[in-house]
């Protein structure tokens, strides 16, 4: 479940120096945020912002943004990095809808995008505010460079199969697709789990996970 309507989360939020406050002002200039030139990867949905952390250590030679829409939820993220003793200088977090995505990120400027345990937004009519829903994967298209890839993951077997689903007719092809992540010697190495993933593998739900080139 969500947080929402934490008193001060916007305080903090605009006194944050890891939260991009104008995003739309960086589109095609977004290395410039950040200490190094490097490969861009975002995560859509970043909830409190771990895996995006825990990333960003592991590979100090990218740089990670994390796109949270609830501020309640982004004020989470603040609070774990502000605990951090040493704060990686390759992390940013920006506050917003991720409809508006190609408003902020330039024409082929990301590397790489993950969809980590997105809200499945079960009713049918509400199948078009899926992040893997055809209608996103057209936003992903423009920002993500020709070599480009996404990665999703996610416990909830419906959504992944309505993702798996929407690849075709919006013109993309998995590299690779498996249901359960964990026991999949290939796909599982490197992988670095978010807090949803820890919670649900934990308790017998298997993980399905795909890769798709642009």
Known sequence: MRLRNITGSEEVIAASPYVIKEPQ??????????????????????????????????????????????????????????????????VKFICMDAKNITEVFGKEEVDRIYLNFSDPWPKDRHAKRRLPSREFLKRYDVILKKEGTLEFKTDNRGLFDFAVEELEPAGWKAKAVTYDLHNDEELSKGNIMTEYEEKFSSIGNPICKYIIFR
């Not at 095609?28 to 250590?57: C, S, T």
């Open 25 to 90: 002002s960086m589109q095609g200039k977004w290395n410039e945020v950040f200490e190094k030139n490097q490969p861009l990867h975002i995560e859509i949905g970043m909830g409190k912002g771990r895996f995006m952390m825990d990333m960003a250590k592991a590979h100090p030679d990218v740089n990670y943004i994390g796109i949270e829409r609830y501020s309640s939820v982004l004020l989470r993220a603040i609070q774990k990095m502000d605990a951090l003793e040493e704060k990686p200088s390759n």
